[in-house]
């Protein structure tokens, strides 16, 4: 059975940078061919790519991964019903979101032994955990939670109602929720696989940390026995040429977000919406780790992108061997381009994987080995070039497995098994 699979491949050349630090405020790194490497992790760029959505989407098709879930339940329920003081509110969110999710939603102990010292009204409940609901699961609970205002708990242990409550929370995901799944501790069956899988990015080289030793002058230090420094202190930093890769399930994004969220709009729009998404924000976004200390706002030198067919291939085996800046020219980025150029041809090749469309793009010289792996595009020609062929695989599946067999707000059932949220 054909599938519709997204590869894609970046090279990235970051300069003195902490994108992403450990517990000791050093940037992270993994020993990999034998030699130590720079390392960023998958959760920093997926954090990265899902803060992009806020500018790339409508905040109606995205979510809200908070433990204050309870809070934001109860804004929308006032909403709908203004005459609910907050308190009522409150409690009609916590009791609707223990019904639809299986979660404690409660006080946090701490935090209400604080405020009772104090003599500080009782905080808000909160979730035990991060939990993870769209926009569209949100203002549905709301209105369900309004219509059993009278008699919360009653109104819920109703097993209709609490079918209500537990398919509201299992439908209409999000795109971030759809791409990058939701785990809910106390319900694994509303659980959400991920339909995107993102690689640790890895430098294509050697990397050593460095230790940048700085000092701060106190302004209003103008006596010469207090001269010095009013503060030093020391900062962990590396720069690298990053391969960076994910591979986005198309098949699984269409059974995470449904069909025709709109009935104005084709079937196959919201994934193909999703699909340009997830290529621009993991493309052109950057985590934010010390961006004020070093301000490494760089783009990718190169792209490249593959529809598979079968299953997806990274080729971070590439770089398996380090790749040696050459001493007359420096710089690793043009190595780096031409051991991917000979990898992917190699791995194709042996694999029959020939036919795959492909595109690239590149910026520089140092990039040019690359043209023959695909078109060459620009990201604006990029994004409508694999949303049009999405858009035509999707389309000419529904035609064979029967035009209309998935309806306009058919709700889409999380598939089984584990996740990796965001």
């Given at each position: 059975m054909s599938r519709t699979i997204i590869d894609v491949h970046v090279l990235q050349t970051v300069p003195p940078s902490n994108l992403n630090r450990?517990?000791?405020?050093?940037?992270?790194?993994?020993?990999?061919?034998?030699?130590?490497?720079?390392?960023?992790?998958?959760?920093?760029?997926?954090?990265?790519?899902?803060?992009?959505?806020?500018?790339?989407?409508d905040p109606a098709e995205l979510g809200v991964r908070t433990r204050r879930v309870a809070e934001l339940l109860a804004d929308r329920i006032t909403a709908v019903e203004p005459s609910l003081d907050r308190t009522a509110a409150l409690a009609l969110a916590a009791e609707t979101l223990h019904t639809a999710t299986g979660s404690k939603i409660e006080v946090p102990r701490r935090r209400a032994e604080s405020a009772k010292k104090k003599g500080e009204p009782e905080p808000p409940p909160q979730s035990s955990y991060l939990m993870f609901l769209s926009s569209r699961q949100l203002d549905g609970l709301a209105r369900l939670a309004v219509e059993g205002a009278d008699d919360i708990k009653s109104f819920l242990k109703a097993k209709e109602n609490k079918d209500r409550a537990r398919e509201l929370a299992d439908t209409r995901h999000s795109v971030d929720i759809a791409l990058f799944g939701r785990m809910v501790a106390d319900s694994a069956d509303i659980n959400v696989d991920a339909a995107a899988q993102v690689a640790h990015a890895i430098s294509v080289h050697q990397v050593e940390n460095e230790s940048d030793y700085y000092t701060?002058?106190?302004?209003?230090?103008?006596?010469?026995?207090?001269?010095?420094?009013?503060?030093?202190?020391?900062?962990?930093?590396?720069?690298?040429?990053?391969y960076r890769y994910a591979a986005l399930d198309v098949d699984r994004l269409r059974d995470n977000l449904g069909a025709g969220l709109r009935s104005d709009e084709p079937l196959h729009e919201p994934v193909t919406r999703a699909v340009r998404a997830f290529l621009h924000g993991f493309v052109a976004s950057m985590p934010t780790g010390k961006i004020n200390t070093f301000g490494n706002h760089t783009l990718p030198e190169a792209v490249l992108v593959t529809l598979r067919s079968a299953r997806p291939i990274s080729f971070v085996a590439a770089f398996e061997e380090p790749?040696?800046?050459?001493?007359?020219?420096?710089?690793?980025?043009?190595?780096?381009?031409?051991?991917?150029?000979?990898?992917?041809?190699?791995i194709e090749k042996a694999y029959?994987?020939?036919?795959?469309?492909?595109?690239?793009?590149?910026?520089?010289?140092?990039?040019?080995?690359?043209?023959?792996?695909?078109?060459?595009?620009?990201?604006?020609?990029?994004?409508?070039?694999?949303?049009?062929?999405?858009?035509?695989?999707?389309?000419?599946?529904?035609?064979?497995?029967?035009?209309?067999?998935?309806?306009?707000?058919?709700?889409?059932?999380?598939?089984?098994?584990?996740?990796?949220?965001?």
């Open positions: 450990d517990d000791t405020g050093t940037p992270k790194t993994a020993v990999y061919g034998g030699v130590r490497r720079a390392r960023v992790s998958s959760q920093a760029w997926k954090r990265a790519t899902r803060r992009a959505f806020q500018d790339l989407l701060a002058v106190d302004d209003e230090n103008e006596r010469e026995e207090e001269s010095g420094a009013g503060m030093i202190g020391t900062v962990d930093f590396n720069s690298a040429t990053l790749v040696l800046a050459p001493q007359a020219a420096g710089g690793h980025l043009r190595g780096a381009c031409t051991q991917l150029l000979s990898h992917v041809s190699d029959d994987v020939t036919g795959d469309p492909s595109w690239v793009l590149r910026v520089g010289a140092a990039t040019e080995p690359l043209t023959a792996l695909g078109t060459e595009v620009s990201l604006s020609g990029l994004l409508d070039a694999v949303g049009m062929a999405v858009a035509g695989r999707l389309e000419a599946g529904a035609l064979s497995d029967g035009a209309g067999a998935v309806p306009a707000q058919a709700p889409a059932r999380a598939a089984e098994g584990k996740n990796q949220p965001a």
